[in-house]
Every structure is written in structure tokens, then in C-alpha cells.
Nanobody
Framework: QVQLVESGGGSVQAGGSLRLSCVSS????????MGWFRQVPGKEREDIVV???????EYADSVNGRFTISRDNVKNTMVLQMDSLKPEDTAMYYC??????????????????WGQGTQVTVSS
């Protein structure tokens, strides 16, 4: 059974930073397009970043310049460094693995696997 496990969420004041981590049990992890999306109850999912097999990335405008994604294809891990956090970043954050290709947040790949999420709360 494929598992993606997120960690690192929490509460922080506006302007602060958090570092989210994701560990995956995916076989041949390095072949997968990976990413993060977030969701607020009652709102649509927002795809915020995608990273391809080679480390090429695309960020949503809402987080571009503040968030940085990285992946380690040996350790099967992924990190989302979030800086200059804003109250509107408050959401449940999910790491995800795609079952299709496409390094785009406007037309994201099909997320086939995701974790249980980690809550990020940013207070003003």
C-alpha cells in the first residue's frame, strides 16, 4: 500500500516560516511527478507547486517567491520550505504523487496518491 506521510505543520505568526516534509513509500519514487496542494474546508483544492523527475518546478502565483520545494530521489522525500507566511496560507497541506505527467499548477497532473495532510495555521 502506497503511503505518503506529511509532517511539519503547526501554528505560526504572519511573516514566519514552516518546513513541511513528506516521506513516501512509492516504488520507483524518482519517476513520479510530485507536488503539494492545500485545502480549506468549503473551498476548492489549490495546487501550489509541482516538481518533475528532474527537479523542474512550477509554483502558483499565490506562493511563488515565498515557498520552495525540493525532493530527494534517494531518500524518497520531499520538502516544502514556506517563508513569509500569510494568514491566507492557512490550510491543510497535502503532499501528492501524480499518475500522469505535467509540471503545471494551472493544469496539474492527476494526483493518484496523497497523504493525510498537515495543518498550517498562520495568525495575523
Amino acid at each position: 500500500q502506497v503511503q505518503l506521510v506529511e509532517s511539519g505543520g503547526g501554528s505560526v505568526q504572519a511573516g514566519g516560516s514552516l518546513r513541511l516534509s513528506c516521506v513516501s513509500s512509492l516504488n520507483k519514487y524518482r519517476r513520479y511527478y510530485m507536488g503539494w496542494f492545500r485545502q480549506v474546508p468549503g473551498k476548492e483544492r489549490e495546487d501550489i507547486v509541482v516538481i518533475d523527475r528532474n527537479g523542474r518546478t512550477e509554483y502558483a502565483d499565490s506562493v511563488n517567491g515565498r515557498f520552495t520545494i525540493s525532493r530527494d530521489n534517494v531518500k524518497n522525500t520531499m520538502v516544502l520550505q514556506m517563508d513569509s507566511l500569510k494568514p491566507e496560507d492557512t490550510a491543510m497541506y497535502y503532499c501528492a504523487a501524480a499518475v500522469s505527467e505535467g509540471c503545471s499548477v494551472v493544469a496539474p497532473p492527476i494526483w493518484g496518491y496523497w497523504g493525510q495532510g498537515t495543518q498550517v495555521t498562520v495568525s495575523s
